[in-house]
């Protein structure tokens, strides 16, 4: 059947005007999309640098920190350098994009991870060390070429001790190894822009004007992030394809605000529990070498005290490791099929020895046929070992420890840690996942074993990164219950 003339005209006007349409909606919807993709991008490329800034900033003062005694050393005893040079190796053995500097008080360079290259003179104080130096040891970050022409991050921090400047000690990363994590991201969203302009040119043109002020409120509102103001919230209005970018913007401001008020809080807590151990060491340090090493018992006492101190550090900062990379844990081609029957039993033997030496009673209550959960046994082990321990700690001699293993509905597995220790306050129990928490009967009490105050921490990742649930139940003076659940496989 062959169409008449008429037919084909409008047929072939139709099409024109198909792709007028098309062409005007993409011209549209592209200018909006890039708008959006220029403000976001440049919002989250200083996101990056600024959250790389404040760890190299958080880098650079603990590192001041521990080069205070070798630098102290090296100019009040006239110590071979190569104490310093070994401290300062230790400390950025695992950096290799970081370029290290220490300078004494009057600007000269002591100390460098290039072998002597690049060692200025005198003369030639870096502007972020003079910075430093003149604002009485306050830190100083600046964005410069280096001496080779590459534009690096530089971060300066006093070595001080006693509100005396020591020297300084510099950071340098180049920023082009900062701004990949910015580029797969700003990727994303051009491929999640490109999905956008397809959709927005299929859109009928009469709807044009509905779609352009949507467009233009979310691209202020990205202007505003982009300019600093975190507490902006883009408007959710519109089609589907705008909300979707306005929840996703929202999503990501709350996230990155999130991550900064963490940051912030984790150096303030991270801070508080570092400095009790160091300023202990230092004390007893100043005592030794003031006299005490003198005496046989003081002496030995003190170096004990050290001695414990040194160890209460290595395994916060262990800790803080472990739980970085747990956090950080997003593979699970390992897990495998677990019997928590099995773990749980095995657990129980471990504590008996200690339990019958403090005079306390375990009991094993571990369902039979329990289904079997998906997951990592190192970790679970981990996780049943903080609770048990905390709960041996907790109990008094006489007491007893009930734990316990059991299937709930054929759904999950449950495992419960019942000590008859004093119980923890109710105001005490929302705080106990978070890291350095410590309740007032744990800071009074003379703990048989020195804790972290990041095992509970550890444990809420560990199981939430199994896809479970941890829980507390507690009374003051009738004991505390903690409680795990696990999806069951099925």
């Keep these: 059947m062959k169409s008449s003339p008429e037919t084909g005209l409008h047929g072939r006007a139709s099409l024109r005007l198909r792709t007028r349409l098309t062409i005007s909606h993409l011209v549209v919807g592209l200018t909006g999309v890039l708008l959006i993709l220029v403000f976001t991008g440049v919002a989250m490329l200083q996101a990056v640098q600024q959250a790389a800034e404040d760890q190299l900033v958080l880098l650079a003062t603990t590192s001041s920190q521990a080069l205070t005694i070798p630098l102290q050393n090296f100019l009040t005893t006239e110590n071979s350098i190569e104490d310093l040079r070994s401290t300062a190796a230790h400390l950025w053995s ?22 002597g290259a690049g060692l200025t003179t005198a003369g030639e104080v870096p502007p972020e060390v003079l910075q430093t130096l003149q604002s009485q040891g306050n830190p100083t970050v600046l964005s410069r070429p280096n001496e080779h022409g590459t ?5 300066a921090a006093p070595v001080t001790i006693e509100d005396q400047i020591l020297g300084v000690v510099r950071l340098e ?28 040119s299929a859109v009928a043109v009469l709807l044009s004007r509905y779609h352009s002020a949507p467009i233009e409120r979310l691209a202020a509102s990205a202007g505003r992030l982009s300019s600093g103001n975190l507490n902006t919230r883009a408007l959710v209005e519109g089609q589907q394809e705008t909300q979707k970018i306005a929840n996703a913007l929202n999503t990501q401001t709350l996230r990155l605000m999130n991550s900064v008020n963490e940051l912030r809080t984790f150096v303030a ?54 739980l970085s990379r747990i956090e950080a844990e997003t593979d699970t081609s390992h897990y495998r099929r677990l019997n928590l029957g099995i773990i749980t039993a095995e657990v129980g033997d471990v504590f008996k020895a200690r339990a019958d030496e403090a005079g306390i009673q375990i009991e094993l209550k571990i369902e039979p046929e329990l289904p079997v959960v998906l997951g990592d046994e190192e970790q679970l082990w981990r996780v049943l070992m903080n609770l048990m321990d905390n709960a041996l700690n907790f109990t008094p001699p006489g007491g007893c420890i009930s734990l316990s293993v059991a299937s709930v509905q054929a759904s999950s ?20 996942f978070q890291r350095f928490f410590r309740t007032d009967i744990t800071r009074q009490r003379s703990s048989r074993s020195k804790g972290s105050g990041l095992g509970l921490a550890m444990c809420k990742s560990i199981v939430e990164n199994h896809h479970g649930k941890i829980g507390v139940q507690s009374r003051l003076g009738e004991g505390t219950t903690f409680w795990v659940e696990l999806p069951a496989l099925q």
């Design 413 to 432: 597995v449950r495992i419960e840690v019942q000590d008859t220790g004093p119980g923890i306050a109710s105001e005490d129990l929302p705080h106990l």
């Design 151 to 155: 534009t690096s991050m530089m971060i």
């Design 269 to 322: 807590s991270a801070s508080h529990e570092l400095r009790t151990p160091i300023t202990t060491i230092k004390l007893r340090a100043e005592a030794l070498r003031a006299g005490a090493l003198k005496d046989p018992t003081v002496s030995d006492r003190f170096l004990t005290e050290i001695e414990d101190e040194i160890d209460r550090l290595s395994l916060m900062v262990n800790d803080l490791l472990d």
């Design 173 to 200: 990363t180049p920023l082009e190894t900062i701004l990949p994590t910015a580029w797969r991201y700003l990727i994303g969203l051009m491929l999640f822009s490109l999905l956008l302009i397809v959709g927005v």
């Design 94 to 115: 695992g950096t290799s994009n970081i370029h290290y500097t220490v300078f004494l008080e009057d600007g000269t360079p002591i100390l460098d991870s290039h072998a």
